[in-house]
T-cell receptor
Framework: SQELEQSPQSLIVQEGKNLTINCTSS?????LYWYKQKYGEGLIFLMM?????EEKSHEKITAKLDEKKQQSSLHITASQPSHAGIYLC?????????????FGRGTQLTVWP | SQTIHQWPATLVQPVGSPLSLECTVE??????LYWYRQAAGRGLQLLFY??????ISSEVPQNLSASRPQDRQFILSSKKLLLSDSGFYLC?????????????FGPGTRLTVL
C-alpha cells in the first residue's frame, strides 16, 4: 500500500516567517493532493500536482512535486495566523483501487503574532 | 456548484447503542463517496467507499457498516457502538469520471462514545 510520511509533525512559527512542509512517498505518485484542516472541521482542498517538477501557487502557498514524483513540499511565504491548521498530503498511485487516496498523518501549523 | 453535508455535527452516544451518520452531496451525479475516520495521532483512515448505488467497499474490518440507498446519499451505521468508535468522521466525494481522485470533504461529525 502507499505510505506517505509528512514532516515535521508540528511547526510553530512567528507571523511573517516562511515555512516548508514535506511529504514523502514510498512509491511513485500518480497524483499528489494538499489539504488544509482547521480543528474540528472538514478538509479544504488546496492543490493537486501530477507531473514531475510541477509547481503550483495559490496566494502565499506554493506546492512542488519533485522530478521523481516521490516527494512534495508545501511552502508558505510570510505566514499569517490564518494559515494555522493541519496540513495533510494525500496521494494515489497508478493501479490503486478506484478513488483510493492515501493520506499522511498531517502537520500541525501554529502561527503566533 | 457542489456541496456536501453531514449530520449530525456532534454526537454523544452510550456504548452498545446504534449509530447512523448521514452524508449527502448536491450539485453532481454519480459521485464516488467515501467515509473516513480521523483519530488523534492516527491520521485519516478510509473506512468505506462507494462507486454507485448499493456498491460498498470496506477497507478495514470493524464494527461499522455503510450503505448508499440513493445516488448522492451515504450512510454510516453501527448496531452496537464500542468505545473505540469515538472519533471524527468525515464524508467525501469525488468525480467518478475524472482522471484523478481529487476529493472534497464534508464538515465532519464528532462522535463520542461513553
Amino acid at each position: 500500500s502507499q505510505e506517505l510520511e509528512q514532516s515535521p509533525q508540528s511547526l510553530i512559527v512567528q507571523e511573517g516567517k516562511n515555512l516548508t512542509i514535506n511529504c514523502t512517498s514510498s512509491k511513485t505518485l500518480y497524483g499528489l493532493y494538499w489539504y488544509k484542516q482547521k480543528y474540528g472541521e472538514g478538509l479544504i482542498f488546496l492543490m493537486m500536482l501530477q507531473k514531475g517538477g510541477e509547481e503550483k501557487s495559490h496566494e502565499k502557498i506554493t506546492a512542488k512535486l519533485d522530478e521523481k514524483k516521490q516527494q512534495s513540499s508545501l511552502h508558505i511565504t510570510a505566514s499569517q495566523p490564518s494559515h494555522a491548521g493541519i496540513y495533510l498530503c494525500g496521494a494515489d498511485s497508478r493501479g490503486s483501487t478506484l478513488g483510493r487516496l492515501y493520506f499522511g498523518r498531517g502537520t500541525q501549523l501554529t502561527v503566533w503574532p | 456548484s457542489q456541496t456536501i453535508h453531514q449530520w449530525p455535527a456532534t454526537l454523544v452516544q452510550p456504548v452498545g447503542s446504534p449509530l447512523s451518520l448521514e452524508c449527502t452531496v448536491e450539485g453532481t451525479s454519480n459521485p464516488n463517496l467515501y467515509w473516513y475516520r480521523q483519530a488523534a495521532g492516527r491520521g485519516l483512515q478510509l473506512l468505506f467507499y462507494s462507486v454507485g448505488i448499493g456498491q460498498i467497499s470496506s477497507e478495514v474490518p470493524q464494527n461499522l457498516s455503510a450503505s448508499r440507498p440513493q445516488d448522492r446519499q451515504f450512510i454510516l451505521s453501527s448496531k452496537k457502538l464500542l468505545l473505540s468508535d469515538s472519533g471524527f468522521y468525515l464524508c467525501a466525494w469525488s468525480d467518478g469520471l475524472a482522471a484523478y481522485n481529487e476529493q472534497f470533504f464534508g464538515p465532519g461529525t464528532r462522535l463520542t462514545v461513553l
